[in-house]
């Protein structure tokens, strides 16, 4: 076991006051860093992963012993086999990134994840092998005892960790990382079901060939998914919303343009004369739901202006438009253009 040397808040670097939530995707977000399976089985990091998660279990522990029965649980989720975030983090969490594309239509994914364990061959599940070069003890400095002042005396204790040898006669096996055990590993096919949305918790059907009893296997997984989407876009109810920049003329005066949805480039044609309006609305193109049924792609208009001063002939045409092409409710005439060769508006 480790033992936790430093504020569980510092270690899950969250603040004080961070609620079960917080706790628990900061704990999963450290996973998916830290996880041994991810960054190497090092002994380094396994002692890290293991320092973080006792971190998390302690904080979970006294946070629930506080917290009060939720009313209800809120889950945006849609998938058929997705679960409850609240209470689905008892287990090992993987994580997956699809695209938007296989989140919008379902997709499935292979993942790797442990099948029972055996004990390690190379130290009978010791955990350690006879060293080859025993080194000198780093708890007592090769001494073999340590002194721990009692009033007047000192006293001396054998050390514990070399049985007052002075020399480490084993070592970490480097099979198992000081483990004792080998974890099998199995593949398991995750099917992601249409409609996925991001952060979405699937719980993975094992079905363990194992015959042993590993109680700590019992757990279950949890694959959240994320879903990588385009910068800018969002997902808001059924509707995905992206924007496009569009130059002054083409709302005013029309013409198509091409806008990418999940589905591929589309060319829409914008009516002449758009006014205040801040969307195009391309429907059937948003997202799915339960019923299969694609909610509209909204494309925000980012309206863009020409920039520098206006050139004279454009001027004398944009007055003449003023006239042919009122603005409702303005009233002010058109004015004439002014003598760019002496005043200038900067
Ligand atoms: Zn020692
Ligand atoms: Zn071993």
Known sequence: MTTLDTDPYTIL???KDADLEEVKSAYRRLVRLWHPDVCGRSMENIKRFLTVKDAYLLLKKRLQAQATKRASSISHSTA????DRESSVEGTFLFVQIGLQEALYG???TIEIA???DFCRKCSGLGQIAAKNPSTCPA???KGYKTLSWGEQDLKIICAKCSGRGKEKLTSCPNCSGRGIITRKKKVEVQIPPGTRNGTVLQIETHRTSSSNDSHDEEGYFLEVEVEMPEGWIIHGNDIISTIDIDCWTKLGGGYIEIDTVDGPEKVFVTPGLGNERFIKIPNKGWINKDGKRGNHLVRLNVLSPKGPCPKDALILINQLKVLWPCEGYSLPAL???DLHTKHYK
């Open 13 to 15: 670097g969250i603040r």
């Open 80 to 83: 058929a086999n997705a679960v």
């Open 107 to 109: 997709t499935h994914v």
């Open 115 to 117: 099948d029972g364990q």
């Open 140 to 142: 007592c400095k090769g």
């Open 336 to 338: 004439p253009a002014p």
